[in-house]
T-cell receptor, first 117, second 115 residues
Framework: DTGVSQNPRHKITKRGQNVTFRCDPISEHNRLYWYRQTLGQGPEFLTYFQNEAQLEKSRLLSDRFSAERPKGSFSTLEIQRTEQGDSAMYLC???????????????FGSGTQLSVL | AQSVSQHNHHVILSEAASLELGCNYSYGGTVNLFWYVQYPGQHLQLLLKYFSGDPLVKGIKGFEAEFIKSKFSFNLRKPSVQWSDTAEYFCAVNKESSSASKIIFGSGTRLSIRP
């Protein structure tokens, strides 16, 4: 499978613990997005990268959330001191973006379902 | 800030009925518009996109969408739905730009087709 890969598929943790998710994008894709989705809602933008540079982080995100893409390939999303409200599906998507935003197409992974008890 | 509104949360249709799902966005500049679909148990995938030219765009599986700039709308249509169209549909937008621009999604419309 050469699509976007996310690990783990499911994560159950206790409140207050730290969790880290990994996303492996399609190999030639230069742009990588993280979204969060809860039941009945659309993907909520968290952050995105162009190669290794983090371009924007949602103002809705607290300082407990951090994302990295150290070599411009895979990315990790860490949540520190998890809260029950962090329970959601965390989606990763990648794209091969040209210099302009025109015609950008996202390829999504299956997501990581986080449950905070 | 840009945003996307999908007012129909759940639509239920019988097979062969016509479909129109509403999407409105708020952004005054030039935009790129998308519809993504998520079939049960599958990834989100692109259905169709508009970035310039003919405001009526055609996508996969007989879907089309019309960009009406004056109404800030990009409604999705299909003349005759099938049971296999049961899925969740998301409208999305980003700003047309010479650099990067994040893609923002609406809250989605769940489509249920009665066989």
């Amino acid at each position: 499978d050469t699509g976007v890969s996310q690990n783990p598929r499911h994560k159950i943790t206790k409140r207050g613990q730290n969790v880290t998710f990994r996303c492996d994008p399609i190999s030639e894709h230069n742009r990588l997005y993280w979204y969060r989705q809860t039941l009945g809602q659309g993907p909520e933008f968290l952050t995105y990268f162009q190669n290794e540079a983090q371009l924007e982080k949602s103002r809705l995100l607290s300082d407990r959330f951090s994302a990295e893409r150290p070599k411009g390939s895979f990315s990790t999303l860490e949540i520190q001191r998890t809260e029950q409200g962090d329970s959601a599906m965390y989606l990763c998507a990648s794209s091969l973006a040209q210099s302009r935003t025109t015609n950008e197409k996202l390829f999504f992974g299956s997501g990581t379902q986080l449950s905070v008890l | 800030a840009q945003s996307v509104s999908q007012h129909n949360h759940h639509v239920i249709l019988s097979e062969a009925a016509s479909l129109e799902l509403g999407c409105n966005y708020s952004y005054g500049g030039t935009v790129n518009l998308f519809w993504y679909v998520q079939y049960p148990g599958q990834h989100l995938q692109l259905l169709l996109k508009y970035f310039s030219g003919d405001p009526l765009v055609k996508g996969i599986k007989g879907f089309e969408a019309e960009f009406i700039k004056s109404k800030f709308s990009f409604n999705l249509r299909k003349p005759s739905v099938q049971w296999s169209d049961t899925a969740e549909y998301f409208c999305a937008v980003n700003k047309e730009s010479s650099s990067a621009s994040k893609i923002i999604f609406g809250s989605g419309t769940r489509l249920s087709i009665r066989p």
